[in-house]
């Protein structure tokens, strides 16, 4: 009777072992299982946002090293503190974000003691330098009594030093140094937008601002269906669109910038009086449709070189009224008899449909770079169609790379956490 108990004892021991160890490895083929189809989920989730924001325009292509995207936490969340800026996050800001770091004295040697100055924002002061390597930069110092200084700081370190694009001004590093919050970015040798529409000096062309509205609406065509997840700019205006030393236009200024979130949250106003959307201002909630409508103000700024600060809108208005759109009366008078009216007209549908008081029914950003590449396609005629084409399989090429960098990334990134 004994030795049955002792037997009953080891069997039942035995069973609850190989339970356990049958249970373990269940659990750890589940888990191996799950891991494998979270990243394929992740992966085919990326190639669908950038397929589908891909494609429509004229001159998105990009190299693998230019588009490729590293995930990132949502710079938007707000620090219990202003600690990010001390010596352990500044080492992981610029680890994970990949920007490099300048100390105090590399800046001020390359500003020649900040006394070449380019002209002063919101943000501070910006400089002219040239770096040790011989390159010709611009550095935008934070002024010690900018609102929000820090925290847009924070976004432009943490957008730009994963968002690549050849219409973006691209972050070349910042510092943050002796008290001191900068950022270094590529120069544009033309400066703004703002200042070349309102310069006496200067002249556009009515083929250089069409151009113009072409790079500005792929660039934001980047953000809103190649980033991800999209990014929402809020502040796009003249003033934050440079040129550089080819005239090719590239947003900047991200400090506003946010991903997009589509959960209903309202959030305080952000933007610039004149380009901000009625919508966003009703309701507090930034989509991107908000800068869908900030695109169709800047559309008609380029148009008529009247600021949306000396009544623009109700100049648009008025032409909205007109049956054959009245554009013609608001046009700037440096382009009459120098552009093709029908040209004209044909942007400015474009920008009446940016505007449109509800943002569902305004144009995607794809389909607005689709719109004014058929404006060029005209222009240029039916024999430069094959170019077209060649840019679009380009393109094409260029958006495969992309994807396999991103993948290779993205395996990297599971093997190192694992």
């Known amino acids: 009777m004994v030795r049955q108990t002792e037997l009953a004892v080891i069997c039942t021991s035995a069973g609850v072992v190989i339970g356990i160890l049958l249970s373990t490895v269940v659990f750890f083929c589940l888990r191996c299982c799950k891991k494998r189809s979270d990243i394929g989920d992740r992966v085919i989730a990326n190639h669908r946002i950038r397929q589908n924001g891909h494609g429509l325009g004229l001159d998105s292509i990009a190299s693998p090293s230019e588009s490729a995207i590293v995930p990132l936490p949502d710079v938007t969340v707000k ?31 390359a500003t020649q003691n900040f006394t070449t100055i380019l002209g002063e924002g919101s943000f501070g002061p910006v400089y002219k330098a040239t770096m040790p390597t011989g ?26 030093g994963r968002l690549h694009h050849r219409n973006l001004v691209n972050l070349v590093g ?31 062309t009515w083929e250089e601002r069409l151009q113009i509205c072409l790079d500005i609406s792929h660039g934001i065509e980047y953000l809103h269906e190649g980033a991800v ?42 933007g610039t009086y004149g380009y901000m959307d009625p919508a966003y ?59 093709n009216l029908e040209e004209v007209k044909s942007l400015a549908k474009i920008a009446f449909r940016c505007l449109h008081k509800t943002p569902r029914r305004r144009p995607t950003i794809g389909e607005v770079c689709q719109a004014i590449v058929k404006i060029k396609q005209r222009r240029l005629g039916k024999g430069s169609t094959m170019s077209f084409v060649s840019e679009d399989l380009t393109r094409m090429v260029s958006r495969i790379q992309d994807q396999q960098v991103e993948l290779s990334r993205l395996v990297s990134k599971t093997d190192n956490q694992q």
């Not at 309701?283 to 991107?288: I, P, R």
Request: glycine residues 6%; negative net charge.
């Open 174 to 204: 910042y510092c943050v140094d002796k008290g001191q919050h900068m950022l270094v970015y590529e120069y544009m040798s033309n400066g703004s937008l703002e200042k070349l529409l309102y310069s006496e000096e200067d002249n556009l």
């Open 135 to 160: 390159g010709v930069v611009a550095v935008k110092v934070l002024a010690s009594n900018s609102s929000q200084g820090e925290k847009e700081f924070q976004t432009e370190v943490s957008l730009l």
């Open 79 to 109: 620090s219990s503190s202003p600690s990010w800026l001390n010596h352990h996050n500044k080492d992981r800001t610029s680890s994970v974000s990949g920007t490099p770091k300048y100390s105090y004295k590399d800046i001020q040697k």
């Open 281 to 339: 201002i009703s309701t507090s909630k930034s989509s991107l449709k908000s800068d869908i409508y900030s695109l169709g103000v800047i559309i008609f700024e380029i148009i008529t070189a009247i600021h949306p600060h000396q009544n623009l809108m109700d100049y648009v208005n008025l032409a909205a009224m007109d049956p054959d759109g009245g554009v013609d009366e608001i046009l700037d008078k440096r382009l009459v008899g120098k552009c």
């Open 229 to 270: 997840p999209p990014v929402v700019h809020r502040d796009l205006k003249s003033a934050n669109i440079l040129l550089d030393h080819s005239m090719r236009a590239k947003v900047a200024d991200f400090g506003l910038s946010k991903e997009a979130v589509f959960d209903g949250r309202k959030s305080s106003l952000k």
